[in-house]
C-alpha cells in the first residue's frame, strides 16, 4: 500500500491483513472488551474503531471492485462471495454490538458536537433498525445484484461480424445511418430480453426480501424502511411524489419542445427510441478520443483548468492505478467511484466506448473522487462520506464545470458548442428518466406481493404519464415494458436515484454561482466537499454556495437558466 506513510496505523499491527473471518473478530473482540467510561478512554476507542473499520472494509471494497472488473473470472467471484456469504453476514452483527458498546457509553454526550454529531445520529438510527433476522435476507440480496451483474456483463451481440458488449452498440446509435441504429437498437434488446425472465426472477426475489426485511424491523412496507435507512432525515416519501409532479409539470413541456425539434430537423414521420441519440443535423457522431487526445490525459488537463490542485488530485488516481475505464466482456454495468479507505484513494469505474458521454462519466465520477480526497484528512471514516444528495452534487457540478473546456479534445468550435448543448440536453432528459425510475420504486415497495404484469402495468402506466406525445413505441411495446430492466440502482441500492435530480439542482446552482464568480465558487465548492459527513444535509448545500431546495420554484428557475444557455449556444452557431 504505497501511502501507508501519509496515513499510518496507529493501533492495528502492519502485518495483519483481514483475509479471514477468524483475525477480523479478534481485532473486534478487543475493542468489544475495553473500557469507555470516561471522554479519554471513548475517542480513543473511536479513533482506533475508525481505524480498524477503514482496513476491513477497504479489502471488502477491493473484492468488490475485482467482481465488477471480471465478473467471469471465477476465482475472483469465488473471493468476492466468499466476503458476502461469510465475512459480511459477521459483520454486520459485530458491527451492532459495536453500535450498541458506542451508545451505551456514559461519555458519549461528552463528545465534541462537531466531530461526533452527525455519527452519533446515524448511530442511534443503525441500532433502531438493526434486527439480527434480516443479515442472512441481506446477504441473499447481495448475492443477487452480483448475479444481476454477471448476467448484464456476459451479454455479447453479434454485430458487423463481431462480438460486441453493450456499451458498444450504445455507440451506434450516434450514427447518421437510421437502419443502422434501429438494427444495434433492436439487437441490443433482443439480447436483454433474451434474459429477462432471469432477470425479472432476480428482482422478484429481492423485492420479496425487502418486504421481509421491513416487517421484521416494525414496517409496514419497505419504503418506510429504506427512508430511515438512507437516513432521509430532511424530506420524506410525500416530498419525493411531489417532486415528481413538479418534474411533469416542468420538465416535461420542454422535453416535448425539444423532441419535436428533434424530429422536424431530422425530417422524419414519427421520433423513435434510436433518434435520440443521434445529431440531428445529420453530422456525424462525437468522437472526443478521435483527436488522438486520450481520455484519461484529456480529463486530467481539463481538471487542471477548472483548478490546478484537481489536477494534482487526480494525478493520485493515475499514478495508483485506480482507474478501469475500458468496456470488456465480462465487465459489470455502469460507472462508479470506489474509496479505499485505509489508504484514503479513490478508485473509478467506467466503461468506455469512445463516446462524448465517456468525458462526461469521467468528469462526473472525478467530481466524486475529488469529494473523497477534499475530504480524506478526517480522521473517522464515518466523517469522510457525505449525503448522497450532496455527493452528487460534488459529480454534477464537476461536469458543468469542465464542459467550458472541451477544446481539450475538439479542435473545432462548433463540435465544442454542440457537445455542450447536448450535456445541458442530457440534464433536462435525467430529470424525467429520475421521475419515472423513482415513481416506480415508490410504486413497487408500497404493493408488496404484486405480480409480474401488476408490475408490467404500472411502468407503462409510469411511461404514459411522463410521455411526451412525440415518441413513437410501436411494434416495440415489449421493450418499453422492460425499460427499466437496465437500471442497475433497482437492483443493487433500492431507492438510490431521487438524488441525481435533488442533486442536479444543487450542481446548477454552482454552475450559476461559477457564471457569476469563478474563483469563489470553487472555493465555496471544495470547502463544502471537505466537511465530509460532519454537517447535515442543508448546512453542507449552504456550505458550498447553494440550498437544498427540490422545490417547483426552485425547478423552474434553475431550468430556465439551462434552457436560455441552450438557446445561446444554438444561436452562436447557427
Known amino acids: 500500500m504505497t501511502e501507508q506513510t501519509a496515513y499510518p496505523r496507529r493501533y492495528l499491527k502492519m502485518d495483519f491483513k483481514p483475509v479471514d473471518l477468524d483475525s477480523i473478530e479478534e481485532v473486534y473482540k478487543a475493542l468489544l472488551e475495553r473500557e469507555i467510561s470516561d471522554l479519554e478512554s471513548l475517542e480513543s476507542w473511536c479513533r482506533d474503531w475508525s481505524e480498524v473499520d477503514s482496513t476491513i472494509g477497504e479489502e471488502g471494497a477491493r473484492r468488490f471492485v475485482q467482481h465488477t472488473c471480471y465478473t467471469d473470472d471465477a476465482e475472483i467471484t469465488e473471493n468476492y462471495m466468499e466476503w458476502i456469504e461469510k ?33 452519533v445520529k446515524s448511530v442511534n438510527n443503525s441500532v433502531e433498525l ?45 450514427e447518421t445511418d437510421r437502419d443502422r441504429r434501429e438494427q444495434s437498437f433492436r439487437a441490443t434488446w433482443d439480447r436483454i ?24 424491523a416494525g414496517f409496514d412496507d419497505y419504503r418506510a424502511l429504506r427512508f430511515r435507512q438512507l437516513e432521509r432525515f430532511d424530506y420524506g416519501p410525500e416530498d419525493c ?64 483548468r477548472v483548478h490546478p490542485d484537481l489536477d494534482q488530485m ?11 475505464l475500458d468496456s470488456r466482456s465480462g465487465k459489470a454495468p455502469g460507472g462508479y467511484q470506489c474509496t479505499y479507505h485505509e489508504i484514503r484513494k479513490p478508485f473509478i469505474f467506467m466503461n468506455a466506448a469512445g463516446k ?27 466523517n469522510r462520506g457525505a449525503p448522497i444528495e450532496f455527493c452528487e452534487v460534488a459529480s454534477m457540478a464537476m461536469e458543468l464545470l469542465g464542459n467550458p473546456y472541451l477544446d481539450v479534445f475538439y479542435d473545432d468550435e462548433s463540435q465544442i458548442t454542440r457537445a455542450r448543448i447536448e450535456h445541458l440536453e442530457g440534464i433536462i432528459s435525467l430529470f424525467i428518466w429520475v421521475a419515472m425510475i423513482d415513481s416506480f420504486q415508490h410504486w413497487i415497495y408500497t404493493n408488496p406481493g404484486h405480480s409480474r404484469e401488476q408490475r408490467r402495468t404500472s411502468w407503462i402506466a409510469i411511461m404514459d404519464r411522463f410521455n411526451t406525445g412525440h415518441m413513437d413505441w410501436s411494434g416495440i411495446e415489449e421493450i418499453r415494458a422492460h425499460r427499466w430492466l437496465r437500471q442497475s440502482h433497482l437492483f443493487g441500492v433500492p431507492f438510490y436515484y431521487v438524488e441525481y435530480a435533488m442533486a442536479q439542482l444543487g450542481a446548477l446552482q454552482v454552475w450559476r454561482n461559477h ?43 434553475l431550468i430556465s437558466m439551462v434552457r436560455e444557455e441552450i438557446d445561446t449556444l444554438e444561436n452562436s452557431g447557427s
Open 241 to 304: 411524489l411531489q417532486f415528481h409532479d413538479s418534474i411533469e409539470a416542468v420538465i416535461k413541456p420542454l422535453v416535448a419542445q425539444r423532441q419535436k425539434k428533434r424530429k422536424e430537423m431530422l425530417a422524419i414521420d414519427s421520433l423513435r427510441p434510436w433518434d435520440m441519440a443521434v445529431d440531428p443535423e445529420g453530422r456525424a457522431p462525437l468522437r472526443p478520443l478521435e483527436g488522438g487526445v486520450k481520455l484519461v490525459d484529456g480529463c486530467r488537463q481539463i481538471f487542471a
Open 314 to 324: 487526480f494525478r493520485i488516481l493515475i499514478d495508483g492505478d485506480l482507474l478501469d
Open 356 to 382: 462524448q458521454g465517456d468525458v462526461e462519466t469521467l468528469l462526473h465520477e472525478g467530481g466524486h473522487a475529488f469529494h473523497f480526497i477534499e475530504s480524506r484528512d478526517l480522521e473517522l471514516i464515518a
Open 193 to 216: 430480453l433474451e434474459d429477462q425472465d432471469k432477470i425479472e426472477g432476480i428482482f422478484d426475489r429481492q423485492v420479496e426480501l425487502r418486504h421481509q426485511m421491513a416487517l421484521n
Open 515 to 557: 457564471r457569476q464568480d469563478p474563483d469563489n465558487a470553487i472555493r465555496l465548492y471544495r470547502e463544502g466537499l471537505s466537511l465530509g459527513n460532519t454537517r447535515s444535509l442543508p448546512e453542507l448545500y449552504e456550505a458550498a454556495g447553494i440550498r437544498f431546495d427540490f422545490s417547483r420554484d426552485t425547478l423552474d428557475e
Open 130 to 174: 438493526f434486527r439480527e433476522e434480516n443479515i442472512p435476507l441481506q446477504t441473499e440480496e447481495t448475492k443477487l445484484d452480483a448475479k444481476y451483474d454477471e448476467t448484464i456483463g456476459a451479454m455479447s451481440i453479434e454485430f458487423d461480424g463481431e462480438a460486441r458488449t453493450l456499451p458498444y452498440m450504445g455507440r451506434i446509435l450516434e
Open 87 to 119: 465475512i459480511q453476514p459477521c459483520l454486520k452483527k459485530i458491527s451492532f454490538d459495536m453500535d450498541r458498546k458506542f451508545i451505551a457509553s456514559p461519555a458519549i454526550e461528552q463528545l465534541p458536537e462537531q466531530e461526533f454529531g452527525i455519527w
